[in-house]
């Protein structure tokens, strides 16, 4: 039987851990070769091939991005999914902080894209995903540089999925809600007592719970695949309801 990324090449950021393995799994499962970039690839999960790279640095992604094209046989999806958390008020948060926050999290997105867009022009199915956040929506407290650089990311996919439809480029974002992932531990220790900011995160999903890796891989896998060739410019929100639903509790 034929699955959906048959004889696609997906390569993924940040996938060794959270949203990126979820998501580079299920390409994976679904029939895609795929190519982890991550600071640290050891270790992967045998099914996927891991290159070790910083989004935050050129020389370092343009290497990893053709040494995965050139051995896996070109890129077909690029899931910008590499991203840190950010803590703190405009007061907290100091220059240094906000200039490596948005390497990371903004500049690196347009730096795995420019690198693998010479591959993605070949591509008859060629898509980006990138992710963003519902904090690029909602004004959540201590996230301002994190809900500005996602603010970017959002404005990144409307951009690229101009400049790119007529190269055959779908760019498409996942917002999604707070995901139980290793990303969401860390921000938590961040907090006096990560126990009741936990159960309080819970609670204040529409669904009564976190969302998984796996729900947002979900929505990565439908806007890689060629089931949404006709969506581009757009963000699905995986959020349990946070963003737009009202629910009286
Ligand atoms: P995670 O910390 O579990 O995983 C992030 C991965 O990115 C790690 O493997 C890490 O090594 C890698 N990474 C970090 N900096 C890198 C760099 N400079 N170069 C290469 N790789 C790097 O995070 P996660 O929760 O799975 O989040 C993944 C993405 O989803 C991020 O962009 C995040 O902003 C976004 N997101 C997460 C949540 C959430 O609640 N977890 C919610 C909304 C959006």
């Known amino acids: 039987m034929s699955a959906e990324f048959d004889g696609l090449v997906a390569l993924v950021t940040g996938g060794a851990s959270g949203i990126g393995l979820a998501s580079a799994l299920a390409l994976e499962e679904r029939g895609a070769t795929v190519a982890v970039l991550d600071l640290n690839t050891e270790g992967l999960d045998a099914r996927l091939h891991g290159f070790t790279a910083d989004v935050s640095d050129r020389a370092s992604v343009d290497a990893a991005v053709s040494a995965a094209a050139e051995k896996l046989g070109g890129i077909d999806i690029v899931v910008n999914n590499a991203g840190i958390s950010a803590v703190g008020t405009v007061e907290e948060n100091d220059d240094a902080e906000w200039a490596r926050v948005l390497n990371i999290n903004v ?20 898509a980006i995903v990138n992710l963003c956040s519902i904090a690029a929506l909602n004004g959540l407290p201590q996230r301002a540089l994190y809900g500005a650089s996602k603010g970017a990311v959002l404005a990144l996919t409307y951009a690229m999925a101009t400049d790119h439809v007529a190269d055959g480029v779908r760019v498409n974002a996942v917002s999604p809600g707070t995901v139980s992932t290793p990303f969401v531990e ?45 969506t581009t410019g ?12 009202r629910v009286r509790k």
């Open 107 to 126: 500049i690196g997105m347009a730096r795995v894209s420019a690198a693998a867009m010479p591959w993605l022009r070949q591509s008859e199915h060629a």
């Open 186 to 230: 860390r921000m938590l220790q961040g907090f006096d007592d990560p126990v009741k900011e936990r159960a309080a995160l819970d609670a204040r999903q529409a669904t009564g719970r976190m969302v998984t890796p796996e729900e947002v891989a979900g929505a990565v896998a439908y806007l890689a695949s060629p089931l949404s060739g006709s």
């Open 234 to 245: 757009t963000a699905l929100e995986v959020d349990g309801g946070v963003a737009h639903l």
